[in-house]
């Protein structure tokens, strides 16, 4: 049941955080498992993954990376998961150059990785793209990332469309805060996560993998064009810690 053995994935943002627990994953799951990232990581050489080196945001590179990692057989999953996110302030003091560099990575990346995803895959395989409870939980200086998650979300429904013919399924996993380098124990999304989460506590890398590795099963056939929060029951509403407080 659920087996994801010996298909051919390829993990965006594989060297650290989620993206490298999802490597680990799928090599103990029976997979080849190949990354696309900016850089390599002694981590996911010794983990057995294959990486080409490309910025998923420019073409000439990631369709070249792409074409090496499809040269000997095409690929049944791609997970569109490198993202970053750059701390923000208000609207009336805005630097368009961080809006820009969220977007190239988080946007333009996905949509090219969807783009290179449609072309590299076996018919009936699937697209996993990492977008965000951000995309449903704003905050009041943090627009960049939740807009471009909101994009993330925005594109998996469009692919499940277009793709749906092949028997190719586009969903996408969006956990609330995950401790990684991105964030880290005592930041401020940890802090906050122990009070706003049903489970009170962030997430930690293997608490999310099992949502990937449902979709990406040929058990989850019927699954297109949705999400699957993994987010501690953040977005599930108020929870006891924030009543209490209030209501103190
Ligand atoms: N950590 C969290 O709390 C959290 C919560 C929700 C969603 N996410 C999302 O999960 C994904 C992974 O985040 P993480 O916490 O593991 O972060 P991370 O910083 O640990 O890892 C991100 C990886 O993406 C790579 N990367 C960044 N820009 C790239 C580019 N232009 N081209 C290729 N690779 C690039 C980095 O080199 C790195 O290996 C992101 O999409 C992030 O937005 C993270």
Not at 84 to 98: C, F, S, T, V
Request: aromatic share 6%.
């Amino acid at each position: 049941m659920f087996s994801v053995k010996n298909k051919k994935v390829l993990i965006t943002g594989g060297s650290s955080g989620i993206g490298l627990a999802l490597v680990k994953h799928f090599i103990a799951a029976g997979a080849e498992v190949m990354v696309i990232d900016l850089q390599p990581s002694v981590e996911l050489a010794e983990a057995g993954a294959e990486i080409f080196v490309a910025d998923v945001g420019n073409e000439t590179e990631l369709a070249e990376a792409f074409q090496k990692a499809a040269t000997d057989r095409k690929l049944d999953v791609v997970i569109n998961n490198a993202g970053i996110a750059l701390p923000e302030g208000r609207y009336e003091d805005a630097d368009l150059a961080n809006l820009d560099k969220v977007l190239h990575v988080n946007v333009r990346g996905v949509y090219l990785g969807l783009k290179y995803a449609s072309r590299y895959l076996n018919d009936g395989g699937c697209i996993i793209n990492t977008a965000s409870a951000a995309a449903h939980i704003t905050f009041p200086e943090y627009s960049s990332y939740s807009v471009s998650k909101g994009g993330v979300l925005a594109m998996t429904r469009t692919a499940a469309l277009q793709l749906g013919r092949r028997g190719i399924r586009v969903n996408a996993v969006s956990p609330g805060t995950v401790l990684t380098p991105m964030e880290s124990i005592d930041g401020p999304e940890a802090r906050i996560s122990a009070q706003a989460t049903a489970l009170e506590r962030p997430a930690r890398v293997e608490d999310i993998m099992g949502a990937y590795h449902f979709l990406a099963a040929d058990e989850s056939s019927y699954i297109t064009g949705t999400e699957i929060r993994v987010d501690g029951g953040w977005i599930a509403g108020m929870t006891y810690n924030l009543m209490d407080k209030a209501l103190a």
